[in-house]
Nanobody, 119 residues
Framework: QVQLVESGGDLVQAGGSLRLSCAAS????????MNWYRQATGKQRELVAF???????NYADSVKGRFTISRDNAKNTVYLQMNTLKPEDTAVYYC?????????????WGQGTQVLVSS
């Protein structure tokens, strides 16, 4: 089992910045992709950004140029630097990782961290 602990969510004014962190611990084999999702009230969960073990990244169009995902493989930690925040970025942000062994890959989710952007 892999446990994910997220932190960094907060209340911030529009235009401000936040940095989310997600640390993985437990019986980790090899974490491949690390993802950040978000879910706003009344909306479906959406993928915000992902980063592979080799460092390849991808972003949702709505956050390109404002958010940066990064990871520290030695610490099994993924970060999401969020700049120029907008009220529409308000959501619960979830960390998701795929841990892969020779038997296949398993998905793990964090508990979520609330980001609230005031206008």
């Amino acid at each position: 089992q892999v446990q994910l602990v997220e932190s960094g969510g907060d209340l911030v004014q529009a235009g401000g910045s936040l940095r989310l962190s997600c640390a993985a611990s437990g019986s980790i084999f090899s974490i491949n992709v690390m993802n950040w999702y978000r879910q706003a009230t009344g909306k479906q969960r959406e993928l915000v950004a992902f980063i592979t073990s080799s460092g390849r990244t991808n972003y949702a169009d709505s956050v390109k140029g404002r958010f940066t995902i990064s990871r520290d493989n030695a610490k099994n930690t993924v970060y999401l630097q969020m700049n120029t925040l907008k009220p529409e970025d308000t959501a619960v942000y979830y960390c998701n990782v795929k841990d892969c062994s020779l038997n296949g890959c398993s998905d793990y989710w964090g508990q979520g961290t609330q980001v609230l952007v005031s206008s």
